[in-house]
């Protein structure tokens, strides 16, 4: 498959002299801002570990960051798997920016589903089947194996090309790749298979990769630091050159989910029982349907080399919003998915009080059955006070770029304590296109005044459609 040649003499540099045209760079690209932009963590004094008042993008609900930053350290410490916790507060309080920010607090590493309860309901899925594959992609697996490698620097890349068999056409034959360390470099002979994994990743002179021995397996690290200097239109990773010889025996750390695997394992090939095989098959084509059998029969395997010490397994979050939407089915499911030994951390949100458990017709606390109820770690969240929601203001309109001159951002903190935080909150853009088509860059009084008139909020809309209904009643007697 692969052959080693060394490294022939350079050519001479040609000594014509090639035209020079001044590249200008593109214009970046314009990133998108979404409602918990401005969120970065849940604002936390590494000293007293009590959530700071206006950290991290968050403003108040300190107590309620403080029960989410120790919800967080036991994820970290692996004793919360299989417990559930309650975000229940008023709308508007934060409770989708703190399960966001408890995802940015664990990391990468750490798995993080967000699933809206209504998505459970499907006509061509079951509702348990959806919970299953949710909890599944929660609960992720890292992997680790020794393996000879190929790494370095990718200084050459030539397919060469040969007649076929019919003498009409042409092929590659192989691939020649140069590689190149800290310490020396390589030329290596490579099958036209990997040729199609380096086309698939992009592959280009200049990017650090890695090629397995054995199986040919080629991973793109990233761009060489080399070029850091260079423009870049995408923004790519950057890693150091590699160290050593090109040829090294490599730790090697692969995550995925155990849903992952569902999938990759839906129709077995290979050897049985094999982790390394199991994690091969994520590419692989034609999928099956996931059986509990297939799902039970990974377990066992994954269970193996956890106690082997090839895997480790990293419970996640599974985040539900909307709880109060799932029934009495799903609730009856997540009794026994949560006593599961391979179970997430699932975090319910919900802003309904006492109402009607689906399915059953009782009414209970936030929608949930009682039972469920004394299993979750319940976590509060309370309304915002005026200088809360001003202070809130100011950091969405830094995170959209949007200036307001004094008046005009006096009048929508205004808007936001009188009227609602997120009504203000959607006042920000409208504001500054009327301040746009005005040729201003700043948002005077006169732009937020226009825009309360051509939007209404939720009670004036309320207000309005009340008027409507009682004018077609009287008609109609």
């Known amino acids: 498959m692969d052959m080693e040649v060394d490294e ?36 936390i004094d590494p000293e007293s570990q009590m959530a700071i008042h206006e950290a991290a993008g968050f403003v108040g609900q300190a107590n309620a960051r403080t029960a989410a930053s120790i919800i967080v350290d036991m994820i970290r410490m692996k004793s919360m798997a299989g417990r559930a916790v309650l975000l229940a507060g008023p709308p508007a309080t934060g409770k989708t920016a703190i399960a966001l920010a408890m995802a940015q607090e664990l990391g990468d590493g750490v798995p993080f589903v967000p699933l809206v309860a209504s998505e459970v309901f499907s006509s061509e899925v079951k509702k348990t089947e959806v919970l299953m594959r949710s909890f599944r992609r929660s609960i992720g697996l890292r992997v680790k194996e020794t393996k000879d490698v190929y790494e370095g620097e990718v200084t050459e890349l030539s397919p060469i090309e040969s007649s076929d068999n019919t003498g009409l056409g042409k092929t590659i034959s192989h691939l020649v790749l140069s590689l190149k360390t800290a310490k020396g470099s390589k030329q290596l002979k490579l099958d036209p298979s990997i040729y199609d994994s380096i086309l698939k990743q992009r592959v280009e002179v200049g990017d650090v990769i890695y090629i397995e021995a054995n199986s040919g397996i080629v991973k793109r690290v990233g761009r060489c630091d080399v070029y850091a200097s260079e423009f870049d239109l995408e923004a790519d990773e950057f890693v150091p050159m590699p160290k050593g010889d090109v040829r090294k025996s490599k730790d090697l750390v692969q995550n995925v989910s155990l849903h992952d695997l569902d999938l990759a394992n839906a129709r077995p090939q290979g050897r049985q029982g094999d982790v390394s095989n199991i994690v091969s098959q994520l590419m692989a084509p034609k999928k099956t349907e996931v059986t509990d059998r297939l799902r039970s029969e990974i377990n066992k395997v994954v269970n193996e080399y956890i106690e082997s010490g090839v895997a480790e397994l990293m419970p996640g979050v599974l985040f539900i919003d909307e709880v109060h939407m799932l029934d009495v089915e799903c609730f009856t499911y997540l009794y026994r998915a949560l006593e599961s030994p391979m179970a997430p951390v699932v975090v319910f949100a919900t802003n309904r009080g006492k109402t009607t458990v689906r399915g059953l017709g009782d009414k209970a606390a936030h929608g949930i059955p009682p039972e469920m109820l004394d299993r979750l770690m319940i976590i509060p969240t309370m309304i915002y006070n005026e200088s809360d929601i001003r202070k809130i203001l100011v950091h969405r309109t830094e995170a959209e770029n949007v200036q307001f001159d004094e008046k005009a951002f006096d009048y929508l903190s205004r808007v936001g304590s009188e009227k609602s935080l997120r009504y203000a909150l959607q006042l920000i853009a409208p ?12 948002v005077e009084l006169a732009d937020v005044e226009r825009c309360t008139t051509l939007f209404m909020d939720r009670g004036e809309s309320l207000k309005k459609a009340e008027e409507v209904q009682k004018k077609l009643g009287n008609r109609s007697n």
């Open 8 to 43: 022939g003499v350079a050519g001479t540099a040609s000594s014509r002299l090639a035209p020079i045209e001044e590249v200008k760079p593109t214009p970046k690209q314009i990133k998108r801002i979404a409602a918990h932009s401005h969120v970065k963590g849940l604002g």
């Open 431 to 442: 504001a500054r296109l009327c301040a746009q088509t005005c040729g201003r860059e700043i």
